[in-house]
């Protein structure tokens, strides 16, 4: 339980070593701030970890038994041990690089990431689609599915067709109305297999079968900033609502609209 506000420090064995460490906190990360080097692609700490892409995988030590575990998914405790270094955590690993390099062969990503653990090449069977709108870098992790769902509530795209023809895009490929186009997907993916393009009039998430969302102009500049329907879900929201004035101007706009009324400038 945290004391004065401050979380209990607890002591936990990696690889043969003890550490201070956060109780609760998630495994990864404390090893990522001991620089402890564990490979991981889908941890985004805006979602709960749940391990979907199993690249950081490690063996927890229980009574002189071990289990191979996603550190993500760990959360520290008092006597905690892990095992980062295996022979089997290793090998698991390599095989999980081979099977990445297969599903998503245009990874620039993916191959740097395996080629620091010393695999480039696969023996498995390249995954080549042509046309991909997802540009062959598409591992399948979902965090863009779950952050269009879990944290923006629409929904507009998901897992698609099913076994080895799975793929993450709209349902039936088709212009999904649902997006806000908040490029939110593409923010969290990891292997930057996303692609959007904004042009004067609207945002166009090429990756999801060119769905096209207006943008809104800003009503000083006339410049487009944003898309039109993530701004109004977003001010939707506002209690209080945002002053009229500056409700449809971009951020700069906005800040020197503002920064003027302070210093009592007149405004033009």
Partial sequence: ????????????????????????????????????????????????????????????????????????????????????????????????????????????????????????????????????????????CGLCVRVCSEIMGTCAINFIIRGPFTVVNTPFYEHNPDCAGCAACARVCPTNAI????????RVMRSWSGTTVPMMTCSSCNKPFAPEKLMHEIQSRLDPQINEDIRNMCPECRRRYISRREMKIPIT
């Fill in 1 to 140: 339980m945290p004391v004065n506000g401050r979380k209990r420090m607890v002591t936990i064995t990696i690889n043969k070593n003890q550490y201070l460490a956060e109780e609760g906190e998630i495994f990864l990360l404390t090893a990522m701030r001991l620089k402890i080097d564990i490979p991981h692609l889908c941890y985004e700490k805006a979602l709960d970890p749940y391990g979907s892409c199993r690249l950081c995988m490690v063996e927890v030590v229980t009574c002189g038994k071990t289990e191979m575990t996603p550190a993500c998914t760990i959360k520290v405790h008092n006597g905690l041990e892990i095992l980062t270094d295996t022979p089997e955590v290793i090998k698991h690993r390599n095989i999980l690089f081979e099977l990445y390099l297969a599903e998503a062969p245009k990874s620039e990503v993916i191959k740097e990431m395996a080629a620091k653990y010393g695999v480039t090449k696969t023996r498995f069977l390249k995954k080549i689609v042509h046309d991909d709108p997802l540009l062959g870098k598409c591992i399948l």
């Fill in 195 to 202: 692609v959007f393009e904004d042009t004067e009039k609207d």
